[in-house]
T-cell receptor, first 115, second 111 residues
Framework: DTGVSQNPRHKITKRGQNVTFRCDPI?????LYWYRQTLGQGPEFLTY????????KSRLLSDRFSAERPKGSFSTLEIQRTEQGDSAMYLC?????????????FGPGTRLTVT | QKEVEQNSGPLSVPEGAIASLNCTYS??????FFWYRQYSGKSPELIMF????GDKEDGRFTAQLNKASQYVSLLIRDSQPSDSATYLC???????????FGPGTRLSVLP
């Protein structure tokens, strides 16, 4: 399967703990995106990478969130000191290029539950 | 005004009918428009995209774009129960910009 993959698929954690998610994009895709989605809402942009460079972070993203894409391949999203409001589906997507004509393909998501 | 708006639904249509899903956007400079289907508990799946004014057809799906009215729609012909899902409209405002998603419209196709 050459699609976008994400691990883990589900994560349950206690408030205050740190969690890390991984995303492996489609191999030839140089753009990688992170989104968060809560029930009844569309995906909300968090951040994106062009190769290894993190080009933009959402203003809504608190300092507890950090993302990396060290070699321009897979990416990790870490949430420190989790809060109950962080419970959501975290989606990763990738695209072949940066232009407006390039569609994004999503991975299966990581569902985070903070208790 | 939200950047991308959709009726939340649910939109219910009988099997075999045409389902019409609508989306409006606020940024007149938006360049490309995407429709994703999302089944409950799953991630969004790309259905089709459109860049130019007019209609674009792909199988049972037709996307329609009217940039002057800042309106994009998705028609699903011969709707099937398996089409029951949430349909997300996404707008790309141009090079280097990101997708902005609407809240989605929940479609229910009744057998």
């Amino acid at each position: 399967d050459t699609g976008v993959s994400q691990n883990p698929r589900h994560k349950i954690t206690k408030r205050g703990q740190n969690v890390t998610f991984r995303c492996d994009p489609i191999s030839e895709h140089n753009r990688l995106y992170w989104y968060r989605q809560t029930l009844g809402q569309g995906p909300e942009f968090l951040t994106y990478f062009q190769n290894e460079a993190q080009l933009e972070k959402s203003r809504l993203l608190s300092d507890r969130f950090s993302a990396e894409r060290p070699k321009g391949s897979f990416s990790t999203l870490e949430i420190q000191r989790t809060e109950q409001g962080d419970s959501a589906m975290y989606l990763c997507a990738s695209s072949l290029g940066a232009g407006s004509l390039y569609e994004q393909y999503f991975g299966p998501g990581t569902r985070l539950t903070v208790t | 005004q939200k950047e991308v708006e959709q009726n939340s639904g649910p939109l219910s249509v009988p099997e075999g009918a045409i389902a019409s899903l609508n989306c409006t956007y606020s940024d007149r400079g938006s360049q490309s428009f995407f429709w994703y289907r999302q089944y409950s508990g799953k991630s969004p799946e790309l259905i089709m995209f459109i860049y130019s004014n007019g209609d674009k057809e792909d199988g049972r799906f037709t996307a329609q774009l009217n940039k002057a009215s800042q309106y994009v729609s998705l028609l699903i012909r011969d709707s099937q129960p398996s089409d029951s899902a949430t349909y997300l409209c996404a707008v790309n405002k141009g090079y280097g910009q990101n997708f902005v998603f609407g809240p989605g419209t929940r479609l229910s196709v009744l057998p």
